[in-house]
């Protein structure tokens, strides 16, 4: 099963639930993998601290001009939907952070004047923590280009029994890249104003997309009720709820787990999982509306 944990803004907990997660599977005897796919801020390392075994170049193809076959026509200024092409008093000038690799330039020269080199823009690293398989990517900094890292995470990936991506946060392109295979969601919020506002988003996402979802609560004693009121509204299962324990910030500001900090919790983390594996295998099975997967009773 390949589950995404996402939310629609950051800080509401979706690294510590992931990494949580996966360890009290992995604890369990689950062959677990894990994915960082924040590229731009990876942090789930911080807490499992793996050792790192191998690294890999992430590249994307970019546009080179062939100089002796360029007649400076425009035609490749003119296709290019990112502004990433220029040609000034026909000689033809390219920003390299600006383009998204879709190959227009190349196809569309009349005069076959463009070749595509390599262009680096971050790394994937793989390794091992506490039984869990671990991948992560690296956006360079100034890159643009995140979704095409964390395509190359995605692919790393193996085939675990448990395939757990930690998302971006947000309900912009990188998240719908590392989402948009999954064969479920948890969705991450705290129940303030603002996390419903952009949970709302967040449920947008998925509902489009045709993915099967239900929501996390962290710091769940706080705030108000809105939260609550909106996933039943809606008919939103809540699978996961996290109290304001003051235990969890001092684990989390020391880098550690709070399953292991707080071993109580472990069963928290496995009864959420049941209940997601149940969810997932109730919408399957009854074909029941996406984003209406509450059961029966």
Known sequence: MKIAIASGKGGTGKTTIATNLALSLADTGIHVQLLDCDVEEPNCHIFLKPEIEKSEPVTVAIPEVIEEKCTGCGVCADVCEFSAI??????????????HSCGACTLFCPEGAFRE??????????????GIDFVQGLLNI???????VIGAVKRAGGEPDVLIIDS??????????????????????????????????????VRELGIPFAVAVNR??????????????????????IPDDRRIAEAYSRGEMVVRALPEYGKVFEDSWHRIVDLRNHATRTGQPLGQTATEG
């Open 142 to 148: 100034g890159e643009l280009m995140s979704p095409a």
């Open 168 to 205: 971006p946060p947000g309900t912009s392109c990188p998240v719908i890249e590392a989402v948009k295979d999954a064969d479920f969601v948890l969705l991450v919020t705290e129940p303030t104003p603002f996390g419903l506002n952009d949970l709302e988003l967040a449920v947008g996402m």
């Open 86 to 99: 220029a040609v000034v008093k026909e000689k033809v000038l390219i920003f390299p952070e600006l383009c």
């Open 117 to 130: 080199v390599p262009r680096e823009i971050g790394r994937i690293e793989e390794g091992k923590a506490d």
């Open 220 to 241: 769940s004693d706080v705030g108000n009720e809105d939260v609550r009121e909106y996933c039943r509204r809606e008919q939103i299962e809540i699978a996961l709820e």
